[in-house]
């Protein structure tokens, strides 16, 4: 990543976040940098503890949130970026990561960190039976849908909001 910066004659800067799934060790090397990031997605297991709780009435999300990266900022509002004129990206986090068969990654930008919470973006997943492409292709809608629709609310306390409030800022709405 340090080569490809100093090496490019294009103008700007971006964050950055890239996987590597090495398959034959269950390994996801992920680079990421600034406030792009990626999250790691879990089927639950189908078997039931001895000592489980009485199901609630609501209906579970089959799927357990293992990992998502957290956001790199010199200052709020402010993510680390590479390219034109910006230090090279020497604070990328490198991560390692066992993964499991069917393990769901995503993958994004700060357009959806900025404008859903993990539990919002885990609601796409409760109607998910199995995990067939249909079942992928449904999850990616629901959840670039939802960050568009939040993204446009004026009144809404975005997971932005509330990080510029922790700023003594004022941002009301999605970003």
Do not use: W
Request: with cysteine; charged share 20%.
């Amino acid at each position: 990543m340090h080569e490809s910066v100093a090496d490019t004659k294009a103008t700007g800067t971006s964050t950055f976040v890239s996987a590597l799934l090495h398959e034959d060790q269950a390994l996801l090397h992920g680079l990421n940098l600034g406030d792009s990031g990626y999250m790691i997605i879990r089927r639950q297991s189908d078997e039931v503890p001895a000592a489980s709780p009485a199901p609630s009435s609501s209906p579970a999300v089959p799927f357990d949130l293992i990992f998502r990266t957290q956001e790199q900022q010199y200052k709020f509002n402010h993510p680390y970026q590479c390219g034109t004129n910006y230090k090279p990206p020497y604070q990328t986090s490198q991560l390692e990561h066992k993964v499991q068969e069917n393990d769901l990654i995503v993958m994004a930008s700060d357009g959806l960190f900025d404008n859903l919470t993990n539990p919002m973006i885990m609601q796409c997943f409760e109607k998910c039976e199995n995990i067939e492409y249909e079942d992928v292709e449904e999850i990616s809608t629901c959840i670039a849908m939802k960050a568009e629709t939040f993204s446009l609310e004026k009144f809404y306390d975005s997971p932005f909001s509330q990080n510029a409030r922790a700023q003594g800022r004022r941002h009301m709405g999605g970003k």
